[in-house]
């Protein structure tokens, strides 16, 4: 693969360059954790081997042209120009950040720094890494445009892409800003994208000590982070769902993926961005309990606290010598009914809104101690593009609403998830604590078909939740039965024409439909099968149709499936339609309708109907596949 890229003889999909699976992403993996081997251990050879894995790289890239390198960069290849940036900061050569540079994708970087989301449709986790790059060599270099296009970047993930928990994308990929309602699925918010997106909070943060990205850091810490491990087995979660009556699915650690490894990062790091300096201010950002040692002070600060399960926070000082210091204490967003700061009993007077720092000046000595309460509130926070559709918040807690045991088989049901009856969106008016449970509610009286329970969102394992319900009035509620009443009709209708159905992924159908396939898998979504083919890959079936009549194919699909999802349809080898259902008609199965030229059928009672990918794309899935009379 290396004589050739370094040739310019280069082949570049999405993941693969020249056959080769992301090369570029796995160095930066194995050059970050030789950093940490040399940063906290000492060893001097991982930095040495580091130097020589760049060196080899140069090599390869140093005499390719622009349009070879940007060629090149259309393969993902994570933070490399994070590493290169840490390779220059700790030698000193010049040619490494040069190097860092030489891996800057310009379609996608280059929007940013100019102020245009270029996310919709592409490959998340692609793009976090690379402005991480941006925002250390910044750092290194001064040069503000990275700066910039960090941030323009992180503000348009976090306000204008991200569901209530912090996480972001479904199915990997990035939606339309702002359009979230539909966009709801058992592949919703990768792990990795948040542990990458609190790494670009850290260094946002670093440079100006703002609240509303440490509200955004607890939000993503306390709500999928934590949210995304067992608390028994320690099994981690690739794609937290977000799915209406959805479960958890656990990540097996033999199968080895990069939510796995990062996931083991993710929770030894929760001693992390709790504490920040500048200059003689002690920054408070996190309530996670904890030890402060800040030798050039002479000075200890114990964090206690039992945070969210309490609400309050308590700080002791440890110093030999008076120190002059503002501590800075987050106060935070969503304190809607403030916050109290008592320095030795006494009440300090607060000045500061919530979403701000609240800060103590003063000499602190030996013995002193901080008292901070935060008495938690409901609210509701709703969907961006749809009010009727919200989330329930206990302070920092997104709260999900319990629906049974996760094996329950009713819970794709679209009656299985229950509505909350009301007009009044003042949550407190309708949840009453659970008596003896930590931060758990249970409504009253506007539960339908019945009550539902809530608990925190981290809390809740092995059972069937919703984090997003659906707000009805009576007559919405209404309007919405007449709606489910009509789509049941069509069915009916379709069923009615239907000359032969064919049902992917279950075996006995696809023995009857002589269904033939290469690079294929099953799959099942909403509790239905399908059949999806990948790169390289096709599928098909022979199905019946009503010789010399008229008819039609009709295909099922899901609407919201993301990613480069381009294909071809044909029958009896002649292609007669061409489908792309990325991000088609989101949130809802769909029945698609394609015309069958009728000298396809003259004097048939069978035809051949298969699914053929572009090249770089992957066909379906598909749910099911129809012939039906076609109406005259």
């Known amino acids: 693969?290396?004589?050739?890229?370094?040739?310019?003889?280069?082949?570049?999909?999405?993941?693969?360059?020249?056959?080769?699976?992301?090369?570029?992403?796995?160095?930066?993996?194995?050059?970050?954790?030789?950093?940490?081997?040399?940063?906290?251990?000492?060893?001097?050879?991982?930095?040495?081997?580091?130097?020589?894995?760049?060196?080899?790289?140069?090599?390869?890239?140093?005499?390719l042209n622009e349009e070879q390198i940007q060629k090149m960069l259309n393969c993902e290849h994570g933070g490399i120009n994070e590493s290169l940036a840490e390779l220059y900061a700790k030698t000193g050569d010049e040619k490494y950040m040069k190097m860092s540079r030489i891996f800057h994708h310009k379609a996608i970087l280059d929007p940013l720094s100019n102020g245009i989301d270029i996310l919709p449709g592409k490959h998340a986790n692609t793009q976090i890494p690379k402005l991480v790059g941006l925002a250390r060599r910044y750092e290194l270099s001064g040069d503000s445009t990275d700066r910039k296009t960090a941030e323009f970047f992180w503000d348009?993930?976090?306000?204008?892409?991200?569901?209530?928990?912090?996480?972001?994308?479904?199915?990997?990929?990035?939606?339309?800003?702002?359009?979230?309602?539909?966009?709801?699925?058992?592949e919703t918010t990768e792990t990795c994208n948040v542990y990458n997106m609190l790494k670009l909070s850290e260094h946002l943060f670093e440079w100006e000590a703002s609240p509303k990205v440490a509200d955004f850091y607890e939000r993503a810490l306390f709500n999928h982070i934590l949210s995304s491990q067992h608390p028994e087995t320690g099994?981690?979660?690739?794609?937290?769902?977000?799915?209406?009556?959805?479960?958890?699915?656990?990540?097996?650690?033999?199968?080895?993926?990069?939510?796995?490894?990062?996931?083991?990062?993710?929770?030894?790091?929760?001693?992390?961005n709790i504490f920040f300096h500048n200059n003689d201010e002690l920054y408070i950002s996190q309530f996670i309990a904890a030890e402060l040692t800040w030798k050039e002070k002479g000075l200890k600060i114990r964090q206690e606290t039992n945070f969210p399960d309490e609400q309050t926070s308590r700080l002791v000082i440890s110093c030999e010598e008076t120190v002059p210091l503002t501590i800075q204490i987050r106060y935070p967003k969503w304190a809607e009914n403030g916050m109290q700061i008592k320095v030795n009993g006494k009440n300090?007077?607060?000045?500061?809104?919530?979403?701000?720092?609240?800060?103590?000046?003063?000499?602190?000595?030996?013995?002193?101690?901080?008292?901070?309460?935060?008495?938690?509130?409901?609210?509701?926070?709703?969907?961006?593009?749809?009010?009727?559709?919200?989330a329930i918040f206990y302070g920092p807690l997104v709260l999900a609403g319990d629906l049974g045991a996760e094996n329950d088989s009713n819970r794709f049901n679209p009656d299985f998830v229950p509505v909350i009856m009301t007009e009044n969106r003042d949550p407190k008016n309708w949840l009453k604590l659970v008596e003896g449970q930590s931060n758990t509610f249970e409504t009253q009286n506007v539960g339908r078909p019945h009550e539902i329970v809530f608990k925190p969102f981290y809390a809740t394992h092995n059972r069937s939740y919703s984090v997003y319900f659906d707000m009805f009035s009576e007559k919405g509620w209404e309007d919405h039965q007449r709606d489910?009443?009509?789509?049941?009709?069509?069915?009916?209708?379709?069923?009615?024409?239907?000359?032969?159905?064919?049902?992917?992924?279950?075996?006995?159908?696809?023995?009857?439909?002589?269904?033939?396939?290469?690079?294929?898998?099953?799959?099942?979504?909403?509790?239905r099968k399908f059949?999806?083919?990948?790169?390289?890959g096709w599928f098909s079936c022979e199905m019946k149709v009503n010789k010399n009549e008229p008819a039609d194919l009709v295909c099922e699909y899901w609407g919201g499936y993301t990613g480069s999802k381009t294909f071809d349809i044909l029958i009896n080898d002649k292609i007669i339609a061409?489908?792309?259902?990325?991000?088609?008609?989101?949130?809802?199965?769909?029945?698609?309708?394609?015309e069958i030229p009728q000298n396809l059928i003259s004097g048939k009672t069978k035809i051949t109907v298969k699914f053929l990918p572009h090249d770089g794309h992957r066909a379906g899935p598909v749910f099911g596949v129809r012939t039906v009379k076609r109406e005259v």
């Open 1 to 63: 693969m290396e004589d050739e890229v370094a040739k310019g003889n280069i082949r570049a999909q999405g993941f693969d360059l020249n056959g080769i699976w992301v090369p570029f992403y796995t160095e930066h993996k194995v050059m970050a954790g030789l950093f940490e081997a040399y940063d906290l251990c000492g060893n001097t050879k991982a930095l040495e081997i580091n130097i020589r894995f760049a060196d080899w790289l140069n090599s390869i890239v140093s005499g």
């Open 156 to 186: 348009r993930v976090v306000n204008h892409h991200s569901y209530v928990t912090g996480g972001h994308c479904n199915h990997e990929y990035f939606g339309p800003p702002d359009t979230l309602r539909n966009q709801l699925s058992d």
């Open 235 to 272: 099994h981690v979660i690739y794609n937290l769902s977000l799915e209406m009556g959805s479960h958890k699915e656990y990540q097996d650690p033999e199968s080895f993926t990069c939510c796995v490894g990062s996931g083991m990062e993710n929770h030894s790091k929760y001693g992390r």
């Open 348 to 390: 300090k007077r607060i000045k500061e809104k919530p979403g701000s720092f609240a800060g103590i000046t003063r000499y602190w000595k030996n013995g002193d101690v901080v008292e901070i309460n935060f008495p938690f509130s409901l609210r509701l926070e709703t969907m961006p593009d749809d009010s009727t559709r919200v």
């Open 484 to 527: 489910y009443l009509q789509k049941l009709e069509i069915k009916k209708q379709l069923e009615a024409a239907t000359v032969d159905f064919f049902q992917p992924g279950e075996m006995q159908p696809e023995r009857e439909h002589n269904f033939k396939d290469s690079k294929t898998w099953t799959g099942q979504n909403k509790n």
């Open 531 to 536: 059949r999806e083919a990948d790169r390289g």
């Open 578 to 594: 061409t489908e792309n259902i990325s991000n088609k008609n989101p949130g809802e199965f769909m029945n698609v309708t394609y």
